[in-house]
């Protein structure tokens, strides 16, 4: 069965490029031109991969965004900004998106990205059952908890809202607490080794993390290492247990 994708994106002459190619490509497009009617669909329809404008009438792509993962709806979605829009590049990250393209755009790069996040995606699903314990059970560090399978954590008995990225990546960090994690490695493993974005991601979604662990900065934060990458450090004022 082909993958669904849906595109939201108002400018017709790219629409209807961006259909076409995909088309060719084998995947089964559905195009909304209107942010509230894409929204409405990504809602209503299952979809394997949204392809987002920011810039939309109705209801722009980060209210899109924010409203689909504030639902829980975690459809991978890339995004597409105007060129050298670094702010709409940082916002889109933040609110859920899984990867970016700035306009202008080769189609070939809009192909590679679609199904290297379709790869990525399919990959997880294939790798999770086989996950041990850590993925399967809750983990505790100092006052951090983690329960993976419902991507909720809490610090200090407090809930803390979380990204789907901004949890995976808190998860990996989580797996080997003290360790250094260079950029590469959480890159490779939250948005898998064929992600063509740069480390500027990585560095997004840390500092998020950070502003929402604030809740209890002494008991675990984020230490960068520069030129290296990042460790999770906990205070244990209790044992961990995995």
Sequence with gaps: MAQRLLVIEDEPTLARLLSYNLTQEGYEVTVEDHGTAGYDRATREPFDLIVLDLMLPGMNGIDILDKLRGQ?????????????????????????????????????????????????????????????????????????????????????????????????????????????????????????FDYIGGQRTVDVHVSSLRKKLELDPESVHIDSIRGVGYKLVVNKKRAPVI
């Design 72 to 192: 829980g709806i975690r459809t991978p979605i890339i995004v597409l900004t105007a060129k050298n829009a670094e702010e709409d590049v940082v916002r889109g990250l933040k609110s859920g998106a899984d990867d970016y393209i700035t306009k202008p755009f080769g189609v070939s790069e809009l192909l590679a990205r679609v199904s290297a996040v379709l790869r990525r995606i399919s990959g997880l699903a294939e790798e999770a059952p086989q996950e041990t314990p850590i993925s399967a059970s809750t983990i505790i560090l100092g006052q951090l908890e983690i329960y993976p399978e419902r991507y909720e954590v809490s610090l200090g008995g407090h809930s803390i809202n979380l990204r789907p990225k901004e949890f995976e990546v808190l998860l990996y960090l989580a797996r080997k607490p003290g360790v250094v994690l260079t950029r590469d490695d959480l890159m490779n493993a939250v948005w898998g």
